[in-house]
């Protein structure tokens, strides 16, 4: 039984899935895996979940919980009540839980409770900041998981450090870089101004006139725009913070116009604290809604500079050789910064660092790191080394 809650799940247990049908096929009569797949709708907005099934070729769930947004308690809680029944009627041999999402702590506390395997792909990740709900996530779900499969060696190295036995521990690489390269050549082939202008924001409040809507369907070409993605409440739940940023978010425009797929959070914040006009009325600063796997992949792509304060998408930028600045203090995932040998600097939410970073990035050499089995078939390694323990 795989579980997912939120949309970078989809992106982690789309090859997990692929690669069961792969295997069986070469096993032949000899394996035969079932998987059930839990959605448990920790993201409920379409453009923030539904449309990756499409987009990563992913059944639908054979179980979709419900349970919607609220605070960190009301989801976890109500994800452990829905996830037990379903857990206790299906009695798989394993329980697969991806990344760091709150619907992994609680499945897997859950599964524990009761006995079952649970298997933890992504392990291992620190960024050591107890401040996030991730962190607090990461580190549940990798005590009570019975194995642990890890992208790196920075991940093995955290989970010895903090007592986990050898046997419980198996680097397979990063499993999101298998959706990345199952992907690369088809939004490769998409063309930017067709993805930015089917998913430009048109709502009457957000663009208040044809015309100014019309203004921000600039032509991009390649290398010549930023990307932008911002929702983690210590950049935008505070008013201060935010308007430092958007002044240096605009600063940045001046010099290349930035497309920014709002995440809903921020959107509301945005709102909240009057600084909405700062994006309608700059033009070039291009407002999205949340968009697919692959429009994204292909902005990625092209992008001169991606900014940004989510942890996927620092790995996807390594591997496609994009300059990255973390609106971060700290990663998890310190084998994409620069220091060791990615394209990532981090520069936090204070403004002169953003400044000085960009100034920086701008003119990074646009070049692929690709950390050991970053390799396109971590999914595979991941099937292996669940049916070798099922025996």
């Not at 997912?4 to 295997?23: C, D, Q, S, T």
């Not at 996830?83 to 599964?111: H, Q, Y």
């Not at 660092?353 to 920086?360: A, H, L, V």
Request: aromatic share 6%; glycine share 6%.
């Amino acid at each position: 039984m795989s579980v997912v809650g939120a949309r970078p799940n989809l992106m982690k247990i789309a090859p997990f899935i692929h690669a069961i049908e792969r295997f069986e096929e070469s096993a032949g009569s000899h394996v035969k895996i079932i998987n059930q797949l839990v959605h448990t709708g920790q993201h409920y907005d379409q453009n923030m979940s539904d449309s990756f099934f499409e987009d990563l070729n992913i059944p639908r769930p054979d179980y979709h919980l419900g349970v919607g947004s609220g605070s960190h308690a009301y989801q976890m809680g109500q994800t452990m009540i829905e996830f037990e029944k379903v857990l206790l009627a299906s009695k798989p041999d394993w329980v697969v839980v991806v990344g760091d999402v709150n619907a992994t702590g609680s499945c897997s506390i859950t599964a524990k409770k009761h006995q079952f395997r649970v298997a933890h792909i992504e392990a291992g990740l620190r960024s050591n900041d107890w401040t996030m709900p991730e962190e607090i996530n990461r580190i549940i779900t990798d005590r009570v998981s019975d194995l642990l499969l890890t992208p790196c060696r920075f991940a093995d190295e955290n989970l010895k450090r903090e007592g986990a036995s050898a046997q419980r521990i198996e680097r397979v690489g990063n499993i999101m870089i298998d959706t990345l390269e199952a992907n690369r050549e088809k939004a490769a082939s998409m063309d930017i101004n067709a993805v930015v202008s089917r998913n430009i924001a048109q709502t009457p409040e957000e663009n208040k006139t044809e015309k100014a809507r019309s203004s921000k369907a600039r032509k991009l070409t390649g290398e010549d725009f930023v990307l932008l993605t911002m929702h983690r409440p210590s950049n935008v739940d505070e008013p201060q913070t935010l308007k430092a940023l958007m002044d240096a978010l605009q600063e940045i425009a001046e010099k290349y116009p930035i497309v920014f797929p709002i995440h809903p959070r921020t959107r509301e914040r945005l709102k909240e604290f009057a600084l909405w006009d700062v994006i309608a009325e700059n033009k070039n600063i291009i407002a999205t809604q949340p968009i697919g796997y692959l429009d994204f992949l292909c902005l990625n792509m092209r992008a001169r500079v991606l900014l940004t304060d989510s942890g996927g998408l620092q790995e996807e930028a390594c591997v496609l050789g994009t300059p990255c600045l973390t609106l971060r203090w700290n990663t998890e995932r310190p084998v994409v910064l620069v220091e060791n040998g990615g394209t990532n600097i981090l520069v936090g939410n204070d403004p002169e660092k953003i400044r000085n970073g960009f100034k920086q990035m701008a003119d990074f050499p646009r070049k692929e790191h690709r950390p050991e089995l970053w390799d396109g078939h971590t999914a595979e390694r991941v099937v292996s080394a669940i049916v070798n323990r099922t025996k």
